[in-house]
């Protein structure tokens, strides 16, 4: 089975700090490109951060450049995105998705993506 399970969203105050993680069976992770994006409600779905399978690059949307860093662990065949100093902007449903890795390069947009996770909630208030 092709599976992506998120974990560790949840309530937090502005300026706080969350750690999602992607967890993946029935594949590995190294040849695949990781993305975390993110819907909230009346906007459509956006990249947040993606990293690619075959040389470790990563990119970063400009609202969360500074803020957001993502990186894996391929013993555990998981992927994170840590979250520091949260806005009430950032709420959202949070989604892990992958794609096989191509000779060329995928965009961090959803068209790309071929698997996705059932997704975390993200609710950033005071």
């Known amino acids: 089975q092709v599976q992506l399970v998120e974990s560790g969203g949840g309530l937090v105050q502005p300026g706080g700090s969350l750690r999602l993680s992607c967890a993946a069976s029935?594949?590995?992770?190294?040849?695949?490109?990781i993305g975390w994006f993110r819907q909230a409600p009346g906007k459509e779905r956006e990249g947040v951060s993606c990293?690619?399978?075959?040389?470790?690059?990563?990119y970063y949307a400009d609202s969360v450049k500074g803020r957001f860093t993502i990186s894996r662990d391929n013993a555990k065949n998981t992927v994170y995105l840590q979250m520091n100093v949260l806005e009430p902007e950032d709420t959202a449903v949070y989604y892990c998705?992958?794609?096989?890795?191509?000779?060329?390069?995928?965009?961090?947009?959803?068209?790309?993506?071929?698997?996705w996770g059932q997704g975390t909630q993200v609710t950033v208030s005071s």
């Open positions: 990293i690619s399978g075959s040389f470790g690059s990563t």
């Open positions: 998705a992958a794609v096989r890795i191509s000779a060329v390069q995928h965009w961090c947009t959803e068209y790309e993506y071929d698997h």
């Open positions: 029935g594949f590995t992770l190294d040849y695949y490109d």
